[in-house]
Nanobody
Framework: QVQLVESGGGWVQAGGSLRLSCAAS????????VGWFRQAPGKEREFVAT????????KNADSVKGRFTISTDNAKTTVYLQMNSLKPEDTAVYYC????????????????WGQGTQVTVSS
């Protein structure tokens, strides 16, 4: 079992920045592909960004390209989502997820999920 804990959410004005963190309780994330997803009220959960277990490859959703960056520390204890130039449409609960299977952008490909952290962007 992998227990994931997100932090760093909050309220910010449009154009501002936030950095989300995702850590695994009691262990590192080494060997796991990690993704960030988000879910706005009344909408389905959607892919935001993912990083491969080696940390060598990343993918972003088109809606966040050029604004969001996913990364990990060298020890792979924490995965970060740096969010710049935030827009009101980025408002959502953000979840991190981990998978020991193939690298994917699909929610169904992830086995472990955090509890989510709220990000609110005001105009």
């Amino acid at each position: 079992q992998v227990q994931l804990v997100e932090s760093g959410g909050g309220w910010v004005q449009a154009g501002g920045s936030l950095r989300l963190s995702c850590a695994a309780s009691g262990r590192t994330l080494s060997g796991y592909n990690v993704g960030w997803f988000r879910q706005a009220p009344g909408k389905e959960r959607e892919f935001v960004a993912t990083i491969s277990w080696s940390g060598g490859s990343t993918k972003n959703a088109d809606s966040v390209k050029g604004r969001f960056t996913i990364s990990t520390d060298n020890a792979k204890t924490t995965v970060y989502l740096q969010m710049n130039s935030l827009k009101p449409e980025d408002t959502a609960v953000y979840y991190c997820a981990a998978s020991g299977r193939g690298w994917t952008t699909m929610t169904s490909g992830y086995d472990y999920w955090g509890q989510g952290t709220q990000v609110t962007v005001s105009s």
